[in-house]
Every structure is written in structure tokens, then in C-alpha cells.
């Protein structure tokens, strides 16, 4: 299952030629995520366990505007023992705008070191495992 989240793009966004500014991808995949992080620890303080992001990336596939809202999919395409790959794309209008992927760690901030992701972890993470070419 993926989670969507529906987005207002604002004008602060945008840059000189009005598109859609590719900073903006990263807040918005960031505020998408939001959910999922409460229901993995509901205070957000994630101490002493939690998790550290190891890499972002975005692919943009068509210019997004302000013009109307964005749809954010968010799901956990593969899930391993200490770390899980987030993904997450944009859509407007019907069509698929931009596509970001997150690698997550399991982190013990007491000790500063990786560790694997905690059962009470797996279990969340396993309600949004989705498989995007299966449907």
C-alpha cells in the first residue's frame, strides 16, 4: 500500500521563470514522509533508536507549476534487515512529474552506530511495502 499526501505548491517554491524550484521536491517528499514518521515513533524524537537518512536522489520527469496540487505517493519498495529504500513521486494533473528515492538506516543515537530496524519498526514499514510494477 502507498500513502498519498496532497500538496499546495506555493509561490515561495517557485523560481525566476515560475517553474516549480527542484529544492521544493525534497520539502515536499519530506512533509509526505510525515505520517509514516509518527506512526514509527508518535513523539518524532526517535531516541535512542531510530533512523539516518543515507542518500536521496530525484529524477524530474515534467515541469511541475503552482498552477494546482501535487500529489505525493509515498511507499517502502525494498525493506531489509537494517535499512529500507522509500519511494516517492509527484504527481500532477494525471501525470507523473518527478520520482525520489531514500535510503533509511536503523541508528542507535546512544552508541552512534547502525544497527538493524527495530520490530516495531518493520511492522509499519511492512504496511506500505509496495511493489510499483505489480500494480
Not at 16 to 22: K, L, R, S, T
Not at 41 to 68: C, H, N, Q, W, Y
Not at 106 to 121: A, H
Request: with cysteine; glycine share 6%; aromatic share 12%.
Amino acid at each position: 500500500m502507498y500513502l498519498v499526501s496532497k500538496i499546495v505548491p506555493q509561490v515561495a517554491d517557485t523560481d525566476m521563470q515560475g517553474h516549480v524550484n527542484f529544492l521544493a521536491y525534497s520539502r515536499w517528499f519530506d512533509r509526505a514522509r510525515t505520517p509514516i514518521y509518527r506512526e514509527l515513533d508518535p513523539t518524532l524524537k526517535f531516541r535512542p533508536r531510530g533512523m539516518v537518512v543515507l542518500k536521496t536522489e530525484v529524477t524530474f520527469l515534467k515541469e511541475v507549476s503552482i498552477a494546482s496540487d501535487v500529489d505525493v505517493r509515498s511507499w517502502v519498495s525494498i525493506l531489509g534487515n537494517k535499512s529500507y529504500e522509500l519511494t516517492q513521486d509527484v504527481w500532477q494533473n494525471g501525470v507523473r512529474c518527478a520520482i525520489g528515492k531514500s535510503i533509511f538506516c536503523g541508528f542507535n543515537f546512544e552508541t552512534k552506530q547502525s544497527e538493524p530496524l527495530t520490530e516495531e519498526f518493520r511492522v509499519v514499514l511492512e504496511k506500505y511495502r509496495w511493489d510499483e510494477s505489480a500494480g
